[in-house]
Nanobody, 111 residues
């Protein structure tokens, strides 16, 4: 059974930065494609960024140039570095391997 645990969310002012982490257990992590999704109040969950085992990445247009997804296979962890945060980035952020989901971590961007 794969378990995913997110951390790193919090309250940040517009223009600030946060780094989210997702720790995976119970899987051959290095072969997994991993993704970060987010869900804002009243909105559908959307894919924010993804990374495959080889390291190729993809981003939703609204975060390109501001967010960076990366992984450390030795630590079974995937990260989401979020810079120049905007109020519209406020959401619960979830980590997934395409089948399993973490419980999410809340990011609030507000002054």
């Amino acid at each position: 059974q794969v378990q995913l645990v997110e951390s790193g969310g919090g309250l940040v002012q517009p223009g600030g930065s946060l780094r989210l982490s997702c720790s995976a257990s119970g899987s051959i992590f290095s072969f997994l494609a991993m993704g970060w999704y987010r869900q804002a109040p009243g909105k559908q969950r959307e894919l924010v960024a993804s990374i495959i085992g080889g390291g190729s990445t993809n981003y939703v247009e609204s975060v390109k140039g501001r967010f960076t997804i990366s992984r450390d296979n030795a630590k079974n962890t995937v990260y989401l570095q979020m810079n120049r945060l905007k109020p519209e980035d406020t959401a619960v952020y979830y980590c997934t391997d395409g089948k399993n989901w973490g419980k999410g971590t809340l990011v609030t961007v507000s002054s």
